[in-house]
């Protein structure tokens, strides 16, 4: 126990993952990345200055789509786990064939509402819950290959690492791109048409490069599959549930934060865009920690510790920005540090995720990637319907116009959507996180040992 304790888990040579193949790991995360960056940081405004919609009206639409789709997660996760397995394996055809169907309802999400102006607020309803669907298609399946690519932990560590740079590299592009083009434009509208068929072009080339790089290797040990009865029991496995609370909870301050931003810098720092590319530019630092001392720390001490210690340092140090709010130097260094704490607990709840599979696994005597994966869907949903939702909210609540100067009680609804709320929301999570979440290092070890004996036994 103390070898466990006090030493990285030896890696065996035929378990490392070529190169090659991390590489196009990373690019297929890319894939799905316009999606979450665009939808988070833009659909908002887009709707409340350029369609011409209500932004509490929005809101509502956020919230209630987004949670009432993200109940379905579950379900669409058992259906892609009993899906009949390819050629390609369990996962990557199905991920090709969702990434398809995806695009196509992200086009009418954006302008549906402008295209049909008479009815737009039903059909950005309609169009909005569809992506949830569709979504689910192609983001279950690529949440399912990291626990099937490997079941080595110092693997799925390295692997966390390259899918979180993948994700961090396609989200800063589009984040330092995205308000250049806006910028740039002829007008708003043009300028959305321009960024949104960019974004799709990358999503499809970047999905199905990705994906031809990639391989599954990791096979249920039971064949039988679990019934439709076991997906509560799954997902209520008390590793499973306070994963999935923090997740939630971290996910809504990421996407309020970002839902702000343009507000904050258009009508706080008056009309200042290319601070939004700056912030982006500056968020890269959620990269530096995936690395190398990611992987090294974990390894060493275990997820957990490291885990927490990245979700305080993300949450506090935004707060010195209230010592002065608009002072743009301060706005880039306080982005750069708290990137770097988000770096570590964002590139370890993947891994974390990974690690519940085989909890699962070893507990219950089954295997279900698309099940669990179908929680980070959920996550992303209730996270972009929340956390759409609050600055909405908070937006009505102090008196925000648009297209106007905004008043000082509604440049402080922007500054609380901006800072103060994300934080609370952030150090919350990390108190869950740590007492509530039961599997070490010591504890990982014993479940990866078991499993690896049941499949050699398999295999015989």
Request: charged share 15%; with cysteine.
């Amino acid at each position: 126990m103390a070898d466990i304790k006090n030493s990285p888990e030896p890696v065996r040579r035929d378990e490392r993952i070529k190169l090659g193949e991390k590489i196009a790991f990373g690019i297929v995360n890319i894939g799905n990345i316009p999606i979450q960056a665009l939808l988070s940081g833009f659909l908002l405004i887009f709707y409340t200055d350029v369609a011409g919609l209500n932004p509490a009206a929005v809101a509502t639409m956020f919230l209630v789509m987004r949670v009432f789709d993200g109940l379905n997660d579950p379900i669409m996760g058992f259906v892609i786990d009993h899906l009949p397995r390819t050629k390609m394996g369990r996962f990557r055809s199905y991920l090709l064939l969702g990434t398809v169907i995806c695009c196509i309802n992200f086009i009418l999400v954006w302008f549906g509402p402008v295209w049909a102006p008479a009815g737009k607020l039903a059909i950005a309803y309609i169009s909005y819950l569809f992506l949830g669907i569709t979504f689910d298609f192609m983001d279950i399946p690529l949440n399912s290959m990291l626990p099937a690519i490997t079941d080595s932990a110092h693997e799925r560590n390295v692997l966390s690492s390259v899918k979180r740079i993948g994700m961090m590299t396609g989200s800063t592009l589009f984040g330092m791109a995205a308000p250049l083009i806006l910028a740039n434009a002829v007008n708003r509208l043009n300028g959305f048409y321009a960024l949104i068929f960019s974004g799709v072009a990358v999503i499809l080339v970047f999905s199905i490069i990705g994906v031809m790089g990639i391989r599954e290797r990791v096979e249920p040990v039971v064949d039988e599959k679990y019934k439709l009865k076991d997906i509560v029991p799954i997902l209520t496995c008390p590793p499973v549930l306070v994963t999935l609370i923090v997740a939630i909870i971290g996910g809504i301050s990421t996407i309020q934060q970002r839902t702000s931003n343009m507000y904050f810098c258009t009508y706080v720092l008056d009309n200042r865009l290319d601070v939004m590319t700056f912030i982006s530019l500056f968020g890269m630092a959620e990269i530096l920690p995936c690395m190398g001392p990611v992987v090294f720390l974990a390894n060493r001490f275990g997820k957990k510790p490291v885990f927490v210690m990245g979700i305080i340092i993300s949450g506090l140090v935004p707060l010195f920005r209230f010592f002065a709010v608009t002072n743009i130097p301060l706005i880039y260094i306080t982005t750069l540090l708290a990137g770097v704490g988000t770096g570590f607990f964002k590139t370890l709840l993947l891994g974390i995720s990974a690690d519940n599979v085989d909890y699962v696994e070893y507990t219950r005597g089954q295997r279900a990637e698309g099940a669990l994966s179908s929680l980070v869907s959920f996550v992303v949903k209730a996270a972009m319907g929340i956390g759409g939702a609050i600055p909405g909210y908070v937006l009505a609540a102090t008196g925000y116009v648009a297209n106007q100067t905004q008043t000082e009680t509604a440049k402080m609804g922007i500054i609380m959507n901006n800072i103060l709320i994300p934080s609370i929301l952030v150090l919350i999570s990390g108190l869950v996180f740590g007492l509530g979440y039961g599997i070490n290092r010591e504890k990982l070890a014993q479940i990866t040992a078991s499993l690896r004996e049941q499949r050699a036994a398999k295999a015989r």
